[in-house]
Structure formats: C-alpha cells, structure tokens
T-cell receptor, first 114, second 116 residues
Framework: AQSVTQLDSQVPVFEEAPVELRCNYS??????LFWYVQYPNQGLQLLLK??????LVKGINGFEAEFNKSQTSFHLRKPSVHISDTAEYFC????????????FGQGTRLTINP | NAGVMQNPRHLVRRRGQEARLRCSPM?????VYWYRQLPEEGLKFMVY????????ESGMPKERFSAEFPKEGPSILRIQQVVRGDSAAYFC??????????????FGEGSWLTVV
C-alpha cells in the first residue's frame, strides 16, 4: 500500500520569504506525484504533478517541486511567498494507470505573515 | 475545477436522518470519484464510479453509505442514518473517459455535512 507523509502540519513564514513544504511517500511501485492547494472552504486545485522525465516540476503561482527517488520525496518550494498563498497544501500519490485513485497526505497549513 | 458542480454546499442533518450529496461532473467526463475530508485530516478516497457502474468502492464504509452514477443525472452519495462522525467535507472529482497515466482529475468545491 502507498502512503504519504507531510512532515509539517503548519508552516508560518513571512511575506516574500522562501518556503519549502515537505512530502515523503512510501510505495513499492512507481508512483505519480501531485501537489494540490485548498483555499478556505473551497475545493482542491492542482498546483503541479510529476509523471516522468525531469525531476524538477514547475507549477502554477510560482511553485515548483523536485522528485527525489532515492529519498522518496517530493518537496514543494516557492522562492518568495505572498499573502495570497495562505492555504492548505496537500501532497498526493497515485499508482493506478487506469484511474486516478489518489492517496493524500494530511496537509500542511501555510500561513503567510506580513 | 469550477466545472465539477456539487450541491448542496452545506447540509445540516440531525442524527438518524439521511443525507444526499449530488455531483455533476465536468462536461465530457464519465468518471466520478468521491473523497471525504474529516476535520484536520487529508482527503480519503471513498469510491470510483463510471456511468451505471461502481468500479472501486474500497474506501466506502461498509454500512449506511452508498453511491450511484446513473445513466442520466448526477452522481449521488447517500448516507443513511447519519451520525456525528459523518460530519465532514465530501468532495467529488471527475475525469475524462480515457483516463490515462497521471491525467488530472478535477475537484468540485465540496459539500460540507454537519450532523447535529
């Protein structure tokens, strides 16, 4: 079975500072990796995904993530955050090719302070 | 993701009542997924449906919960005899017919169920 661990439940940072949200996964087979963002009382929006190829993936809103197979990690980064980035961020894995059954981490709440 | 429509957005039920949550997938999508998000937790897969078929219900509680996706109309997640522990956000997602490797699934904005 697959599992996802988001190492930080809350991350407070100051505006314009860099941020890294950590995600580690466990799987005995190849996985596909995703980061989603959830703004308060809203659904999930895809930030970026890793399927294959380059291990550095760029997404929307200036976010990027790096797939590290040896460390089974897929950390999310942004060089300079804005107040509008305040949200919950979820890392997820999928191993099904015929369906998108996602296994989510517990989420990291990113709070941006002015 | 605004294309996946869920209603109601908020639902309050007394213990023992039934809750029905509806989901209309994006246009052209024939695969529907339901996920549940309990307070302070991530989303958990419940069920995957195609038109008139349940493909994977491994995440559904054994009792009181059922889902359908009829040939016509929205997908319905039904919870009978609700209990306080059913209070959660229920998210629907959809994907196109030929779901390939890593294809994006699109989430709705969720239905928040509160059991009092």
């Amino acid at each position: 079975a697959q599992s996802v661990t988001q190492l930080d439940s809350q991350v407070p940072v100051f505006e314009e500072a860099p941020v890294e949200l950590r995600c580690n996964y466990s799987s005995s087979v190849s996985v596909y990796l995703f980061w989603y963002v959830q703004y308060p009382n809203q659904g999930l929006q895809l930030l970026l995904k890793y399927l294959s190829g380059s291990t550095l993936v760029k997404g929307i809103n200036g976010f990027e993530a790096e797939f590290n197979k040896s460390q089974t990690s897929f950390h999310l980064r942004k060089p300079s955050v804005h107040i509008s980035d305040t949200a919950e961020y979820f890392c997820a894995v999928s191993v099904h090719q015929g369906a998108q059954k996602l296994v989510f981490g517990q989420g990291t709440r990113l709070t941006i302070n002015p | 993701n605004a294309g996946v429509m869920q209603n109601p957005r908020h639902l309050v039920r007394r213990r023992g009542q039934e809750a029905r949550l509806r989901c209309s997938p994006m246009k052209g999508h024939s695969h529907v997924y339901w996920y549940r998000q309990l307070p302070e937790e991530g989303l958990k897969f419940m069920v995957y449906l195609q038109k008139e078929n349940i493909i994977d219900e491994s995440g559904m509680p054994k009792e009181r919960f059922s889902a359908e996706f009829p040939k016509e109309g929205p997908s319905i997640l039904r919870i009978q005899q609700v209990v306080r522990g059913d209070s959660a956000a229920y998210f629907c997602a959809s994907s196109p017919p030929r779901t390939g490797v890593g294809n994006t699934i699109y989430f709705g904005e969720g239905s928040w169920l509160t059991v009092v």
